[in-house]
T-cell receptor, first 113, second 114 residues
C-alpha cells in the first residue's frame, strides 16, 4: 500500500528566505512522486514530478525536490520565497499498475514581508 | 490544453437527496478519479476508474457510487446525501499507461448538504 506523510501542516517564512516543505512516503512499488500547489480559490497545479530518472527534480517557479530512497523522502525546497508562493502544497505518490494517486494532508505555506 | 470539466461549481442539496456530480475530460485518458478535499485532510480518494465500466474503491467509498459508461465521463453519485458529505469534490484524469503520468484536475464542485 502507498501512503504519504507531510510533516508540517503549516510553514511560515519571510520573503527572500529559503523554503523547505517535508514529505515522507511509503510504497510497496517503485513510486512516482509529485508536488502539487493550490492557490486560494484556484485549481491544483503540478509543480514537479519524479519518475525514477534524476533524483534531483526541478520544477516551475524555482522549486525543486530531491528523491532520497534511503530516507523515503521527497522534500520540496526553494532558495528564496516570494509572496506569490503563499499557497497549499500537496505531496503525492503514485504506484502500482493503475497509477493511483495518493495525496498527503497538505502543507500551508505563509510568506511574510 | 487538457481540460477536465466538472458540471457545477456550487451545489446545495437537501439531506436524503440523490446527488449526481459529473466530470468530463477531453484527452482520451484511461484513468479518472474522484476526490474530496477537506481542511487538514488533504485530498482523499473516493473512487477511481481505469477503463470504461471499470472502477475501484478508494479510501473513503462509503455513501458514494460511480459510473463510467463512456471513456470521457465519470460520474460520482451520492445515493442519499448527508450533512457529513458537505465538501469540495475534485475530479481528475490521467494517462493510465504511463508511469508517473500527471493528473489534471477540474475546478471542483463545492457541495453543501443542508
Amino acid at each position: 500500500a502507498q501512503s504519504v506523510t507531510q510533516l508540517d501542516s503549516h510553514v511560515s517564512v519571510s520573503e527572500g528566505t529559503p523554503v523547505l516543505l517535508r514529505c515522507n512516503y511509503s510504497s510497496s512499488y517503485s513510486p512516482s512522486l509529485f508536488w502539487y500547489v493550490q492557490h486560494p480559490n484556484k485549481g491544483l497545479q503540478l509543480l514537479l514530478k519524479y519518475t525514477s530518472a534524476a533524483t534531483l527534480v526541478k520544477g516551475i517557479n524555482g522549486f525543486e525536490a530531491e528523491f532520497k530512497k534511503s530516507e523515503t523522502s521527497f522534500h520540496l525546497t526553494k532558495p528564496s520565497a516570494h509572496m506569490s508562493d503563499a499557497a497549499e502544497y500537496f505531496c503525492v505518490v503514485s504506484a502500482g499498475g493503475y497509477n493511483k494517486l495518493i495525496f498527503g494532508a497538505g502543507t500551508r505555506l505563509a510568506v511574510h514581508p | 490544453d487538457v481540460k477536465v470539466t466538472q458540471s457545477s461549481r456550487y451545489l446545495v442539496k437537501r439531506t436524503g437527496e440523490k446527488v449526481f456530480l459529473e466530470c468530463v475530460q477531453d484527452m482520451d485518458h484511461e484513468n479518472m478519479f474522484w476526490y474530496r478535499q477537506d481542511p487538514g485532510l488533504g485530498l482523499r480518494l473516493i473512487y477511481f476508474s481505469y477503463d470504461v465500466k471499470m472502477k475501484e474503491k478508494g479510501d473513503i467509498p462509503e455513501g458514494y457510487s460511480v459510473s463510467r459508461e463512456k471513456k470521457e465521463r465519470f460520474s460520482l453519485i451520492l445515493e442519499s446525501a448527508s450533512t457529513n458529505q458537505t465538501s469540495m469534490y475534485l475530479c481528475a484524469s490521467s494517462n493510465g499507461g504511463s508511469k508517473g503520468a500527471e493528473a489534471f484536475f477540474g475546478q471542483g464542485t463545492r457541495l453543501t448538504v443542508v
